[in-house]
């Protein structure tokens, strides 16, 4: 098995190379047997590559520790769906994971291209077979995840416990689909350019894979906050880390570019702006995988000792040159003849919204940054904090919210006063009406930042909730149904309008979330015995009683809290903390191993619509520390028979005789509106993404002022 | 005024904004930036009421004295190692011989940590060669 998956792997990187040499010699010599061999290669790609991934998951279902990276990230009491998920926990699983995904998303732009647009096809196939043949090189060359281990263990390391968490499961691969979507566009910004098709037509073809790679994203990057909320005990979901904001960056830039398209098809307009975005947003992607690999900068998500960082390097220095080159050899094709009519329009909306989410990318791409820049004019190496970001992210942030609030209800080219009077009337209201009650309410009041974005948060939800009943009002009076069936009818006709107003409500309800949560967050540190009392916020959290639970790959100590608020009761927490055991006893003692391999908290958690309660508890050991040495000196080998009980005696002595405990007490306001607005939002983008049905999507086709004509995509 | 006038004062306007806004990010960066330093530098060239971002790795031996978590940190790659206390959140994945950032500020000689800002790397990036203390 080692010896196929690890041939497996050489093939992929030769189909890469072949495919690369085959697309671009039947692109150039127009013979399309060639151009066809080159498609060939990605779907062959993809196969190799799944056969590659099998090999790998049966290894670490099997628990075969001849696999070096089964061994180093799996165990034999790692749960199956663990085993089976823990390969892109490692540095060489999550690059073949990267490539296997890419393959896979680049078959099927592929299956789409050979349909619709042949001549971009070959182009784009070969940048999508570069970027592989990149990431293969790696994993063949660097960072090999099929690597034999001699002897094989007879027990692996298991997976780290705090990525046993079904979030952190998933965020991986939704992260990386994220990026590797955001290539497709990428590859079809550089075929258009290589053949000089820069009007809609690349953008029809990969409109959907960057809305998918938004979709992807966004997933992504909320579950790894969700994970940190609920799992990690530090209380937060976001910390400007380098790694978190190398995956927000593309997310910016790609969603300026889903607006910026639409104004090329409607009005062929930002040609070139789009063309940038495009291959911006896809380097961008790139750059994320380079910063966790490279460890460039200090990032808790960087892996650490890598040789990475040079070729990757070199990689982005090529794309970023290349990508320049073709621009500015293109420049005559990307002219746009055509001007915005009217500063009133949705279209120059569109234009200021991409200003504000690209001024957020460049300020989040500097603060980033910053370490190596500081280095390079000055020599020290300096970095700047959460409070910095927030100075310039909060206002763009408000003004982006107030912009996806305008676009959606100004019509596109030009609007005159009266319709002006007519669509801003409700929504400003509302925005007044959130004004005033905001004024009015402590502690809003005292943080003019959170009420500003409450305002345009408010304004927003008028305005799309005003589009919406416009819409089905409409729709009902045309067809005589009923309302929810009109309101139905609206959105499956229009999935992609309707569904990017749910996604701007979704963001909106998000940020009201964040705001919320990071102005009127309360903490507290307290160490507590059973019966103290603490309070935090309104709430009074009383220790209760201590927990402890033996498990089989854990011991987990606890405290039962009592949350009260007003006298009644809201709930009762039972925050914990899990120690699992190093493997070998000999290292640390029979009982001592528990305590000295990893340990995590569970948070115990209330949340609701209002406000989350947040707990995390760490117990004191140190009363502990003779019992345990005295056991690890008198059984220093017990034997699996005897360790339980010796657990079962350190459980029950906690219990009885309950030590201090450190505990961080959290009142977290609207903290679920980040989750819930994040679902409306990826609901809204599956709408959006959608497929309509054949016969709309060729009317739609047709009805584009700038499409160009069949027979210019088909010809080879 | 004609439309290409129009135009050109629009997108001087426009620049111009950039150009401040760009002059004020650099400014701020800079001013509100904390040197990354090493144990071995922050002994050698450390100063009062200023603070910087320590990173190293955890040493053995690290203690709670009530609330303040004291422990030492030492090089990535070397043997100089700075002691530091800490009052705050500490991440999960805190131990011995993990690497950690953390703003540190001098206080009556000795270097203390500011609230909340010890971080430890992902546990995803773990490996058996960064464990090692």
């Given at each position: 098995?080692?010896?196929?998956?690890?041939?497996?792997?050489?093939?992929a990187?030769?189909?890469?190379?072949?495919?690369?040499?085959?697309?671009?010699?039947?692109?150039?010599r127009?013979?399309?047997?060639?151009?066809?061999a080159?498609?060939?290669s990605?779907?062959?790609l993809?196969?190799?590559?799944?056969?590659?991934?099998?090999?790998?998951?049966?290894a670490?279902?099997?628990?075969d520790?001849?696999?070096?990276?089964?061994a180093?990230?799996?165990?034999?009491t790692?749960?199956?769906?663990?085993?089976?998920?823990?390969?892109w926990?490692?540095?060489e699983?999550s690059?073949?994971?990267?490539?296997w995904?890419l393959?896979?998303?680049s078959s099927?732009?592929m299956?789409?291209?050979?349909?619709?647009?042949r001549?971009?096809?070959p182009?784009?196939?070969?940048?999508?077979?570069?970027?592989?043949?990149?990431?293969l090189g790696?994993?063949n060359?660097?960072?090999?995840p099929?690597?034999?281990?001699?002897p094989?263990a007879v027990?692996?390391?298991?997976?780290?416990?705090?990525?046993?968490?079904?979030?952190?499961?998933?965020h991986p691969?939704?992260?990386?689909?994220?990026?590797?979507?955001?290539?497709i566009?990428?590859?079809?910004?550089?075929a258009?350019?290589?053949?000089?098709?820069?009007?809609?037509?690349?953008?029809?073809?990969?409109r959907?894979?960057?809305?998918?790679?938004?979709?992807?994203?966004?997933c992504?990057?909320?579950?790894?906050?969700?994970?940190?909320w609920?799992?990690?005990?530090w209380?937060?979901y976001?910390?400007?880390?380098?790694v978190?904001?190398?995956?927000l960056?593309?997310?910016?830039?790609?969603?300026?570019?889903?607006?910026?398209?639409?104004?090329?098809?409607?009005?062929?307009t930002?040609?070139?702006?789009n063309?940038?975005l495009?291959l911006?947003?896809?380097i961008?992607?790139?750059?994320?995988?380079?910063l966790v690999?490279?460890?460039?900068?200090?990032s808790i998500?960087?892996?650490g000792?890598?040789?990475?960082?040079?070729?990757?390097l070199?990689?982005?220095?090529?794309?970023?040159?290349?990508?320049?080159?073709l621009?500015?050899?293109?420049r005559?094709a990307?002219?746009?003849?055509?001007?915005?009519?009217?500063?009133?329009?949705?279209?120059?909306?569109?234009?200021?919204?991409?200003?504000?989410?690209?001024?957020?990318a460049?300020?989040?791409?500097?603060?980033?940054?910053?370490?190596?820049?500081?280095?390079?004019?000055?020599?020290?190496?300096?970095?700047?904090?959460?409070?910095?970001?927030?100075r310039?992210?909060?206002?763009?942030?408000?003004?982006?919210?107030?912009?996806s609030?305008?676009?959606?209800?100004l019509p596109?080219?030009?609007?005159?006063?009266?319709?002006?009077?007519?669509?801003f009337?409700?929504?400003?209201a509302?925005?007044a009406?959130?004004?005033?009650?905001?004024?009015?309410?402590?502690?809003?009041?005292?943080?003019?930042r959170?009420?500003a974005?409450?305002?345009?948060?408010?304004?927003v939800?008028?305005a799309?909730g005003q589009?919406?009943?416009?819409?089905?009002?409409?729709?009902?009076?045309?067809?005589?149904?009923?309302?929810?069936?009109?309101?139905?009818g609206?959105?499956?006709?229009n999935?992609?309008?309707?569904?990017?107003?749910?996604?701007?409500?979704?963001i909106?309800?998000?940020?009201?979330?964040?705001?919320?949560s990071?102005a009127?967050?309360?903490?507290?540190?307290?160490?507590?015995?059973?019966?103290?009392?603490?309070?935090?916020?309104?709430?009074?959290?009383?220790?209760?009683?201590?927990?402890a639970?033996v498990?089989?790959?854990k011991?987990s100590?606890?405290?039962?809290?009592?949350?009260?608020?007003?006298?009644?009761?809201v709930t009762?927490?039972r925050?914990?903390?899990?120690?699992?055991?190093?493997a070998?006893?000999?290292?640390?003692g029979?009982?001592?191993r528990?305590?000295?391999?990893?340990?995590?908290?569970?948070?115990?958690?209330?949340?609701?619509?209002?406000?989350?309660v947040?707990?995390?508890?760490?117990?004191?050991?140190?009363?502990?520390r003779?019992?345990?040495?005295g056991?690890?000196?008198?059984?220093?080998?017990?034997?699996?028979?005897?360790e339980p009980?010796?657990?079962?005696a350190l459980?029950?002595?906690?219990m009885?005789?309950?030590?201090?405990?450190?505990?961080?007490?959290?009142?977290?306001?609207?903290v679920?509106?980040?989750?819930?607005?994040?679902?409306?939002?990826?609901?809204?983008?599956?709408?959006a993404?959608?497929p309509?049905?054949a016969?709309?999507?060729?009317r739609?086709?047709?009805?584009a002022?700038s499409?160009?004509?069949?027979?210019?995509?088909?010809?080879? | 005024?004609p439309?290409?006038?129009?135009?050109?004062?629009?997108?001087?306007?426009?620049?111009?904004?950039?150009?401040?806004?760009?002059?004020?990010?650099?400014w701020?960066?800079?001013t509100?930036?904390?040197?990354?330093v090493?144990?071995?530098?922050?002994?050698?060239?450390g100063?009062d009421?200023?603070?910087?971002?320590?990173?190293?790795?955890v040493?053995?031996?690290y203690?709670?004295?009530?609330?303040?978590?004291v422990?030492?940190?030492?090089?990535r790659?070397g043997t100089?190692?700075?002691?530091?206390r800490y009052?705050?959140?500490v991440?999960?994945?805190?131990?011995?011989?993990?690497?950690?950032?953390?703003?540190?500020?001098?206080?009556?000689?000795?270097?203390?940590?500011?609230?909340?800002?010890?971080?430890?790397k992902?546990p995803?990036?773990?490996?058996?060669?960064?464990?090692?203390?």
């Amino acid at each position: 098995m080692l010896t196929l998956g690890r041939a497996c792997l050489l093939l992929a990187l030769g189909l890469a190379v072949f495919g690369i040499a085959a697309s671009v010699y039947g692109a150039r010599r127009e013979r399309p047997e060639w151009a066809a061999a080159g498609r060939r290669s990605v779907y062959a790609l993809f196969g190799v590559l799944t056969v590659t991934m099998a090999i790998l998951e049966l290894a670490f279902a099997r628990s075969d520790f001849s696999f070096r990276l089964v061994a180093s990230h799996s165990s034999t009491t790692t749960p199956l769906f663990y085993k089976l998920t823990a390969m892109w926990s490692s540095q060489e699983g999550s690059l073949l994971l990267w490539a296997w995904l890419l393959s896979g998303w680049s078959s099927l732009a592929m299956l789409v291209a050979e349909r619709r647009a042949r001549a971009l096809a070959p182009w784009a196939g070969a940048v999508l077979l570069a970027l592989a043949g990149f990431f293969l090189g790696l994993v063949n060359f660097l960072a090999n995840p099929i690597q034999l281990l001699d002897p094989a263990a007879v027990d692996g390391n298991g997976l780290q416990p705090l990525l046993r968490h079904p979030a952190m499961v998933i965020h991986p691969p939704m992260l990386y689909s994220g990026y590797t979507l955001a290539t497709i566009p990428f590859a079809f910004a550089i075929a258009g350019l290589v053949t000089r098709r820069v009007d809609a037509g690349w953008i029809r073809q990969t409109r959907r894979f960057m809305l998918g790679s938004w979709l992807a994203l966004t997933c992504g990057i909320l579950l790894g906050a969700r994970w940190s909320w609920s799992e990690l005990g530090w209380g937060g979901y976001w910390a400007w880390d380098p790694v978190e904001n190398a995956a927000l960056v593309p997310w910016l830039t790609g969603t300026a570019a889903l607006h910026s398209l639409m104004v090329q098809e409607r009005r062929g307009t930002l040609k070139a702006w789009n063309v940038t975005l495009a291959l911006a947003t896809g380097i961008l992607a790139i750059l994320g995988t380079f910063l966790v690999r490279s460890g460039i900068l200090q990032s808790i998500h960087a892996f650490g000792a890598s040789t990475l960082g040079p070729p990757f390097l070199a990689f982005i220095v090529v794309l970023i040159a290349g990508s320049l080159a073709l621009v500015l050899w293109r420049r005559d094709a990307l002219h746009s003849p055509a001007r915005l009519d009217s500063l009133l329009s949705r279209e120059t909306v569109f234009v200021l919204n991409n200003v504000v989410l690209v001024g957020l990318a460049l300020v989040i791409l500097w603060g980033t940054f910053f370490p190596l820049i500081s280095e390079l004019l000055t020599g020290d190496r300096a970095s700047v904090g959460p409070p910095w970001f927030s100075r310039y992210t909060v206002p763009l942030a408000i003004a982006l919210v107030l912009l996806s609030g305008i676009g959606p209800i100004l019509p596109w080219r030009r609007a005159n006063s009266r319709s002006l009077r007519r669509l801003f009337a409700i929504p400003l209201a509302a925005a007044a009406a959130a004004a005033t009650v905001g004024a009015l309410v402590a502690p809003v009041s005292g943080s003019p930042r959170a009420l500003a974005l409450f305002i345009a948060a408010t304004f927003v939800l008028a305005a799309v909730g005003q589009e919406y009943w416009r819409g089905a009002r409409a729709r009902r009076a045309s067809t005589g149904r009923a309302w929810p069936i009109a309101l139905g009818g609206l959105v499956a006709r229009n999935r992609r309008r309707y569904g990017g107003y749910a996604v701007h409500v979704g963001i909106a309800v998000l940020l009201v979330g964040v705001a919320a949560s990071s102005a009127f967050q309360q903490v507290r540190d307290v160490r507590m015995k059973p019966g103290d009392r603490a309070t935090v916020g309104a709430y009074e959290i009383r220790y209760v009683r201590p927990t402890a639970d033996v498990g089989r790959e854990k011991l987990s100590l606890g405290a039962v809290l009592d949350v009260r608020r007003d006298g009644h009761r809201v709930t009762l927490l039972r925050p914990s903390r899990g120690y699992y055991p190093v493997a070998d006893p000999r290292a640390a003692g029979t009982l001592g191993r528990w305590f000295e391999g990893e340990s995590t908290s569970e948070v115990g958690l209330r949340a609701d619509l209002r406000r989350d309660v947040w707990t995390v508890v760490e117990p004191d050991l140190q009363p502990f520390r003779r019992m345990i040495d005295g056991i690890d000196e008198r059984f220093p080998l017990a034997g699996a028979e005897m360790e339980p009980l010796f657990l079962r005696a350190l459980a029950e002595r906690y219990m009885l005789q309950p030590p201090p405990a450190a505990f961080r007490l959290i009142v977290s306001p609207l903290v679920l509106w980040v989750w819930v607005g994040g679902v409306l939002a990826l609901l809204g983008a599956v709408v959006a993404i959608w497929p309509a049905g054949a016969r709309r999507a060729a009317r739609e086709r047709a009805a584009a002022p700038s499409a160009p004509p069949p027979a210019v995509l088909e010809r080879v | 005024m004609p439309g290409s006038r129009k135009r050109r004062a629009r997108m001087v306007a426009a620049l111009g904004a950039a150009v401040l806004l760009a002059a004020a990010l650099v400014w701020t960066s800079f001013t509100a930036s904390s040197e990354a330093v090493t144990p071995g530098t922050l002994v050698r060239t450390g100063e009062d009421g200023r603070s910087y971002q320590l990173t190293g790795k955890v040493l053995p031996g690290y203690e709670r004295e009530d609330d303040v978590l004291v422990f030492r940190v030492r090089d990535r790659s070397g043997t100089a190692s700075v002691a530091v206390r800490y009052s705050g959140a500490v991440p999960d994945p805190f131990r011995e011989g993990r690497e950690i950032i953390l703003t540190v500020r001098r206080q009556h000689g000795d270097w203390v940590g500011e609230r909340d800002s010890l971080v430890t790397k992902c546990p995803s990036k773990f490996s058996a060669r960064d464990d090692s203390p």
